[in-house]
Every structure is written in C-alpha cells, then in structure tokens.
C-alpha cells in the first residue's frame, strides 16, 4: 500500500514547483497505489516545466499520476527575465513557452530596449509576456 506522506516527500520537489508556479490544486491524494495530483496551471510552458521536474526525481513515474490542465486564466500576466551567459531569445521562448520559434513575443515586447533578436546581453531585464 502506497503511503500518502512517503511519496509527497519523493515528489517535494515537484510539489515546490507547482507552489512556485501558481498551480491551483484540486486533489492530493492516494490512488490506485499512487500518488494523485490534480490542478490546473496558466500555461502549457508550466506545464511542461513540472513535468521535466517529475521526469527529474523519477523518470518512469511508476507511482505518480499527475493531471494538469491550462487554464490561461491563472497565467501570470507579465514577468520578467535576465538574460545569463549562453541565452537566446529562442532558449528563453522555449523556457518559457515551451517553443522556441516564439521568440519574437519577447522580442516585440522589448523593443524599447532590443534593435535586433539576434542580440542580446547578460545582465539585461526582459520583459516576458504571457
């Protein structure tokens, strides 16, 4: 029998990640000798990003059932980014959206301070759409 508090503390680490990413949760619980969570997030990029979390602690997830759904309602509505060594605009669209090719949201929303996509610098505050 699964225990309820054993797997909260192997997916703590997901939990965080749903806290920090304003996931709003409907069901914690044991079922069908798993952990069940249940919740809706503010984008597919959330989404995403709690799944490479639960990919993070176990790959095969055996004993985690996790159901998110995009409610674009909870999406944080601006947020902002600074740029770090190595980062594109795409690297940061596909942190963020989970697709790089949506590089020009970012774009467009900083083009009080970018001239061209293909250069940005480290240390800059991007502005980051929802």
Avoid at 63 to 88: H, M
Avoid at 103 to 111: C, T
Avoid at 123 to 128: E, K, N
Wanted: with cysteine; glycine share 6%; aromatic share 6%.
């Amino acid at each position: 029998m699964a225990d309820l508090e054993q797997l909260k503390l192997k997916y703590g680490s997901v939990l965080n990640s749903i806290n920090q990413s304003g996931v709003r949760l409907s069901h914690v619980h044991i079922q069908d000798n798993k952990l069940y969570i249940e919740g809706a997030c503010g984008s597919e990029a959330i989404k995403n990003k709690i799944w490479d979390q639960v990919k993070l602690v176990d790959p095969s997830f055996s004993d985690l059932t996790l159901n998110l759904t995009v409610d674009p309602s909870l999406a944080p509505q601006q947020q902002t980014y600074t740029v770090a060594a190595g980062d594109s605009l795409s690297k940061i669209a596909k942190h963020f959206y989970g697709n790089a090719n949506e590089y020009m949201k970012i774009f467009d929303a900083n083009k009080d301070k970018l001239t061209d996509p293909n250069n940005i610098k480290v240390g800059q505050q991007l502005v980051i759409p929802s």
